[in-house]
Protein backbone atom coordinates (compact mmCIF):
# COMPACT_ATOMS: atom_id res chain seq x y z
CA UNK A 1 0.00 0.00 0.00
CA UNK A 2 1.26 3.57 -1.03
CA UNK A 3 1.77 5.81 1.93
CA UNK A 4 1.82 9.70 1.23
CA UNK A 5 1.94 11.71 4.76
CA UNK A 6 2.36 15.16 5.32
CA UNK A 7 3.99 16.63 8.58
CA UNK A 8 0.74 18.82 9.71
CA UNK A 9 -3.60 18.18 9.38
CA UNK A 10 -3.73 21.56 10.75
CA UNK A 11 -1.82 24.87 10.73
CA UNK A 12 -2.14 28.60 11.60
CA UNK A 13 0.57 31.07 11.07
CA UNK A 14 0.64 34.86 10.79
CA UNK A 15 1.03 37.17 7.78
CA UNK A 16 4.84 37.41 7.01
CA UNK A 17 5.83 34.15 8.53
CA UNK A 18 7.98 31.41 6.60
CA UNK A 19 5.93 28.22 6.44
CA UNK A 20 7.33 24.85 5.92
CA UNK A 21 5.00 22.00 4.63
CA UNK A 22 6.71 19.04 4.31
CA UNK A 23 5.12 15.51 2.31
CA UNK A 24 6.78 12.41 2.68
CA UNK A 25 6.10 8.82 0.57
CA UNK A 26 7.40 5.28 0.97
CA UNK A 27 6.75 4.01 -2.53
CA UNK A 28 9.89 5.42 -3.80
CA UNK A 29 8.14 7.52 -6.48
CA UNK A 30 10.00 9.18 -8.59
CA UNK A 31 7.54 12.12 -8.96
CA UNK A 32 5.91 14.28 -6.15
CA UNK A 33 3.64 17.22 -6.83
CA UNK A 34 2.00 19.72 -4.66
CA UNK A 35 -1.77 21.28 -4.72
CA UNK A 36 -3.98 23.56 -3.26
CA UNK A 37 -7.52 22.93 -3.45
CA UNK A 38 -10.05 25.71 -2.95
CA UNK A 39 -14.04 25.34 -3.05
CA UNK A 40 -14.54 26.50 -6.59
CA UNK A 41 -11.69 26.08 -7.87
CA UNK A 42 -10.46 22.53 -7.21
CA UNK A 43 -6.92 20.92 -7.19
CA UNK A 44 -4.71 23.75 -8.80
CA UNK A 45 -1.00 22.35 -9.02
CA UNK A 46 1.82 24.74 -7.65
CA UNK A 47 5.39 22.75 -7.77
CA UNK A 48 6.09 19.36 -9.34
CA UNK A 49 9.41 17.28 -9.48
CA UNK A 50 10.28 14.47 -11.39
CA UNK A 51 13.31 13.67 -9.92
CA UNK A 52 15.52 14.69 -6.45
CA UNK A 53 16.95 17.93 -6.81
CA UNK A 54 14.92 18.99 -10.06
CA UNK A 55 11.65 20.86 -9.60
CA UNK A 56 9.54 22.65 -12.30
CA UNK A 57 6.33 25.37 -11.72
CA UNK A 58 2.62 23.94 -12.12
CA UNK A 59 0.03 26.79 -12.72
CA UNK A 60 0.51 28.87 -9.44
CA UNK A 61 3.58 28.56 -8.06
CA UNK A 62 3.71 32.37 -7.01
CA UNK A 63 4.56 32.93 -3.09
CA UNK A 64 5.76 29.41 -3.17
CA UNK A 65 8.60 27.36 -3.57
CA UNK A 66 9.90 23.84 -3.29
CA UNK A 67 12.59 21.84 -1.84
CA UNK A 68 13.46 17.94 -2.84
CA UNK A 69 16.78 17.12 -1.30
CA UNK A 70 15.82 13.49 -0.93
CA UNK A 71 13.19 11.20 -3.14
CA UNK A 72 11.19 10.38 -0.22
CA UNK A 73 10.42 14.06 0.79
CA UNK A 74 9.04 16.69 -0.97
CA UNK A 75 8.80 20.03 1.01
CA UNK A 76 6.26 23.57 0.09
CA UNK A 77 7.71 26.57 1.50
CA UNK A 78 6.12 29.91 2.03
CA UNK A 79 8.64 32.30 2.17
CA UNK A 80 6.25 35.02 3.74
CA UNK A 81 2.96 33.55 3.94
CA UNK A 82 -0.16 35.84 3.42
CA UNK A 83 -3.95 35.65 3.57
CA UNK A 84 -4.67 34.73 0.45
CA UNK A 85 -2.81 31.28 1.06
CA UNK A 86 -5.17 30.11 3.48
CA UNK A 87 -6.37 26.92 1.71
CA UNK A 88 -6.12 22.92 1.91
CA UNK A 89 -2.50 22.02 0.54
CA UNK A 90 -2.09 18.28 -0.98
CA UNK A 91 0.77 16.37 -1.52
CA UNK A 92 0.48 13.12 -4.12
CA UNK A 93 3.46 11.20 -5.37
CA UNK A 94 3.53 8.90 -8.82
CA UNK A 95 5.55 6.20 -9.76
CA UNK A 96 6.44 5.51 -12.96
CA UNK A 97 6.53 2.15 -14.33
CA UNK A 98 6.80 0.75 -17.45
CA UNK A 99 3.62 2.14 -18.67
CA UNK A 100 4.11 5.40 -16.49
CA UNK A 101 1.44 7.21 -18.18
CA UNK A 102 -1.38 5.31 -16.66
CA UNK A 103 0.09 5.49 -13.22
CA UNK A 104 -2.06 7.06 -11.12
CA UNK A 105 -1.07 9.51 -7.93
CA UNK A 106 -1.68 8.44 -4.86
CA UNK A 107 -2.64 11.29 -2.06
CA UNK A 108 -1.91 12.75 1.36
CA UNK A 109 -4.45 13.82 4.20
CA UNK A 110 -3.79 17.12 3.34
CA UNK A 111 -2.63 20.22 5.49
CA UNK A 112 -5.19 22.90 6.20
CA UNK A 113 -3.28 25.82 6.45
CA UNK A 114 -4.94 29.35 7.99
CA UNK A 115 -2.59 32.56 7.57
CA UNK A 116 -3.81 35.50 10.31
CA UNK B 1 -5.01 26.45 -21.01
CA UNK B 2 -6.94 24.14 -19.57
CA UNK B 3 -10.69 23.94 -19.08
CA UNK B 4 -12.64 20.93 -17.30
CA UNK B 5 -15.88 21.26 -16.60
CA UNK B 6 -18.63 19.42 -14.20
CA UNK B 7 -21.67 19.80 -12.38
CA UNK B 8 -20.93 21.70 -8.83
CA UNK B 9 -23.99 19.37 -6.86
CA UNK B 10 -25.90 16.52 -7.57
CA UNK B 11 -28.40 14.09 -5.43
CA UNK B 12 -30.02 10.54 -5.76
CA UNK B 13 -31.91 8.63 -3.43
CA UNK B 14 -29.90 4.95 -2.33
CA UNK B 15 -29.71 2.43 -4.96
CA UNK B 16 -30.10 4.66 -7.40
CA UNK B 17 -27.92 5.50 -10.28
CA UNK B 18 -25.96 9.26 -10.77
CA UNK B 19 -23.86 9.76 -14.18
CA UNK B 20 -21.57 12.83 -13.62
CA UNK B 21 -20.64 14.23 -16.90
CA UNK B 22 -17.09 16.11 -17.34
CA UNK B 23 -16.05 17.82 -20.21
CA UNK B 24 -13.09 19.15 -21.42
CA UNK B 25 -10.69 21.10 -23.86
CA UNK B 26 -7.25 20.82 -23.01
CA UNK B 27 -3.89 21.48 -24.89
CA UNK B 28 -2.68 17.65 -24.25
CA UNK B 29 -4.20 14.78 -23.55
CA UNK B 30 -2.79 11.35 -22.08
CA UNK B 31 -5.84 10.02 -20.61
CA UNK B 32 -8.84 10.86 -17.72
CA UNK B 33 -8.82 10.49 -14.33
CA UNK B 34 -11.93 10.05 -11.65
CA UNK B 35 -10.70 10.58 -7.89
CA UNK B 36 -13.11 10.03 -4.77
CA UNK B 37 -12.79 12.16 -1.97
CA UNK B 38 -14.86 12.24 1.41
CA UNK B 39 -14.77 15.65 2.91
CA UNK B 40 -11.50 15.69 4.97
CA UNK B 41 -9.87 13.12 3.47
CA UNK B 42 -7.37 12.55 0.66
CA UNK B 43 -8.43 12.09 -2.95
CA UNK B 44 -8.71 8.18 -3.87
CA UNK B 45 -8.62 6.83 -7.67
CA UNK B 46 -11.48 5.44 -9.21
CA UNK B 47 -10.93 4.94 -12.60
CA UNK B 48 -8.62 5.59 -15.26
CA UNK B 49 -9.45 5.97 -19.27
CA UNK B 50 -7.24 5.98 -22.12
CA UNK B 51 -9.41 5.05 -24.89
CA UNK B 52 -12.85 5.68 -26.27
CA UNK B 53 -15.51 3.63 -24.58
CA UNK B 54 -16.64 2.27 -20.93
CA UNK B 55 -14.28 0.86 -18.18
CA UNK B 56 -16.69 -1.31 -15.87
CA UNK B 57 -16.03 -1.30 -12.20
CA UNK B 58 -18.11 -3.13 -9.59
CA UNK B 59 -20.52 -0.57 -8.94
CA UNK B 60 -18.59 2.38 -11.06
CA UNK B 61 -17.81 2.86 -14.33
CA UNK B 62 -16.35 4.96 -16.43
CA UNK B 63 -16.55 6.58 -20.08
CA UNK B 64 -14.28 8.63 -22.39
CA UNK B 65 -15.20 10.24 -25.75
CA UNK B 66 -11.95 11.92 -27.02
CA UNK B 67 -13.19 13.19 -30.24
CA UNK B 68 -16.18 14.86 -28.08
CA UNK B 69 -14.08 15.73 -24.88
CA UNK B 70 -16.23 14.35 -22.87
CA UNK B 71 -16.20 11.48 -20.12
CA UNK B 72 -19.07 10.49 -17.65
CA UNK B 73 -18.42 8.54 -14.39
CA UNK B 74 -21.78 5.94 -13.76
CA UNK B 75 -22.25 4.96 -10.03
CA UNK B 76 -24.73 2.32 -9.81
CA UNK B 77 -26.90 1.09 -7.03
CA UNK B 78 -25.82 3.67 -4.84
CA UNK B 79 -24.95 3.82 -1.03
CA UNK B 80 -24.65 6.13 1.71
CA UNK B 81 -21.29 5.66 2.11
CA UNK B 82 -20.82 6.95 -1.93
CA UNK B 83 -21.80 10.53 -0.67
CA UNK B 84 -18.39 12.56 -1.87
CA UNK B 85 -16.89 14.82 -4.36
CA UNK B 86 -15.53 13.62 -7.56
CA UNK B 87 -12.99 14.89 -9.26
CA UNK B 88 -12.43 14.46 -13.23
CA UNK B 89 -8.57 15.26 -14.19
CA UNK B 90 -7.04 14.91 -17.57
CA UNK B 91 -3.80 13.83 -17.52
CA UNK B 92 -0.78 15.95 -20.32
CA UNK B 93 2.04 14.25 -19.67
CA UNK B 94 2.35 13.31 -15.80
CA UNK B 95 0.57 16.50 -15.15
CA UNK B 96 -3.21 16.17 -13.84
CA UNK B 97 -5.57 19.12 -14.25
CA UNK B 98 -8.37 19.00 -12.25
CA UNK B 99 -12.03 19.58 -12.28
CA UNK B 100 -13.60 21.78 -9.35
CA UNK B 101 -15.20 18.45 -8.36
CA UNK B 102 -19.03 17.26 -8.55
CA UNK B 103 -20.48 16.86 -4.62
CA UNK B 104 -22.71 13.97 -4.44
CA UNK B 105 -25.20 13.70 -1.44
CA UNK B 106 -27.19 10.42 -1.44
CA UNK B 107 -30.31 10.42 0.40
CA UNK B 108 -32.18 6.87 2.49
Known amino acids: DVKVTQSSRYLVKRTGEKVFLECVQDMDHENMFWYRQDPGLGLRLIYFSYDVKMKEKGDIPEGYSVSREKKERFSLILESASTNQTSMYLC???????????????FGPGTRLTVL | GQNIDQPTEMTATEGAIVQINCTYQ??????LFWYQQHAGEAPTFLSYNVLDGLEEKGRFSSFLSRSKGYSYLLLKELQMKDSASYLCAVSNDYKLSFGAGTTVTVRA
Open chain 1, 92 to 106: ASRGTSGDSITDTQY
Open chain 2, 26 to 31: TSGFNG
